[in-house]
């Protein structure tokens, strides 16, 4: 049952053809990084593992999936206010899994990073499914999560619906 309901939100967090409040395909609005964003995703990335490292005082070569479990394991996760390094660190995992690429879309007017399956319609928005868990003060168990997500993936990557 915890599976099925753990696939569940993961699916509700991936957007595929949504039309926006002004009636557009969200996936009109998607554009790749520009040199700026890419290197805003690069820099987050590299601070967000490197503070979380430090506190935590683990290895460099510590998987982060490891170090996330450990901000859901002491608590701060549900305290945490900006999601958007944490959404990063999420992100690159999904990235490194699935072959997803960082881009940014636009959603109720306003631009937003998100992950793309190359060619299809496929959105994940990373800060946002840990902002719906915090917001819910769920327990995430973060291999799993991650495991689901790509799972979710694979299974509608090469459903036609999703085809661009």
């Known amino acids: 049952m915890l599976l099925r309901v753990v696939m569940l939100s993961c699916l509700l967090s991936l957007i595929g053809c949504s039309e926006q409040p002004d009636g557009r395909a969200i996936e009109d609005s998607i554009q790749p990084l520009t040199s ?12 967000t ?3 979380l490292q430090m506190r935590y ?7 982060n999936v490891a170090i ?3 901000l859901i394991d002491d ?5 945490t206010t900006d999601m958007m390094p944490l ?6 995992l999904i990235c490194r899994e699935s072959g997803t690429e960082w881009v940014t879309a636009e959603w109720d007017g306003r631009r937003m990073f998100a992950l793309n399956v190359p060619d299809t319609t496929i959105l994940l928005f990373p800060i946002a499914m840990l902002e719906k868990r915090r917001d819910r ?9 991650l495991t689901n997500t790509v799972d979710a993936i694979a299974k509608m990557k090469p459903d036609p619906e999703y085809q661009r």
């Open 137 to 145: 003060q769920e327990t995430v168990d973060f291999q799993l999560f």
């Open 87 to 92: 959404g990063i660190v999420w992100g690159e």
């Open 75 to 79: 608590g701060t996760f549900v305290q």
């Open 49 to 51: 593992v490197a503070d």
């Open 36 to 47: 700026d964003e890419s290197r805003l995703v690069a820099d987050t990335r590299e601070k």
């Open 68 to 70: 996330l479990q450990r």
């Open 57 to 63: 005082s683990v290895a460099k070569d510590v998987d």
